[in-house]
């Protein structure tokens, strides 16, 4: 039986193994009823319901909470830096707070630090799609940017003195003039740190 488990899991921030201990057992086992290996009993709904405080209904309906795959973190400098996860970790954010409309397929950078003030701040979120539209339909937004050196960074896409060129802009940092790039994703969304922080927030 497909449930909501997984999702209602991510978007609380938990483990497998802090679920499994919510639940009184074992990550494995958890695991198992997570993916569906082990059939759902009616007493073992009600007791997911009351662990993650949701009706009963919300178990086993299609997921109603959307995730982001954590890509990297943001911080000094300009290239997205990667993260080295260690075994377990969780690589997803919840969705649930952003518009009803925001397209699925979404990668989230996190920003460490106040190198890109005024623009972020440390601890906020920069969603953009995971599957970048054409680099033509960029044009003029703030972006997340794929180099050629395999590097990804966070700028404003102008067009170049060239069709294959472009002008990437930052908000605290000088043009880079007339480079190449592989893809460009628009910056969809800003998840803010803190709600007072309103400078930037698309």
């Known amino acids: 039986m497909r449930n909501n488990l997984k999702n209602l899991r991510i978007a609380r921030g938990w483990s497998q193994k802090e679920a499994g201990e919510r639940f009184g057992v074992s990550e494995r086992y958890y695991g198992k009823i997570e993916r569906g290996d082990r059939g759902l009993t009616e007493k073992w709904i009600d007791k997911a319901a009351e662990v993650f405080g949701v009706k009963p209904g919300q178990i086993i309906d ?31 954010v919840p969705l649930d707070d952003l518009p009803e409309d925001t397209p699925p397929g979404l990668a989230v950078v996190l920003v460490r630090g106040d190198s890109y003030y005024p623009r ?83």
């Open 120 to 202: 972020f701040f440390d601890g906020d979120q920069v969603f953009y799609a995971e599957n970048p539209p054409p680099i033509a339909e960029a044009i003029d937004q703030e972006c997340v940017i794929g180099l050629p050196t395999g590097e990804s960074i966070v700028r404003i896409l102008r067009r170049g003195s060239r069709p294959d060129r472009f002008h990437l802009e930052r908000w605290n940092a000088p043009t880079m003039f007339d480079q190449r790039i592989e893809w460009a994703s628009p910056v969809l969304y800003i998840r803010k740190s803190k709600p007072n922080r309103n400078a930037g927030t698309k």
């Open 62 to 92: 299609e997921p109603t909470f959307r995730v982001a795959i954590i890509k990297g973190v943001l911080e000094g400098g300009d290239a997205i830096k990667a993260i080295v996860w260690e075994a377990g970790a969780n690589r997803e």
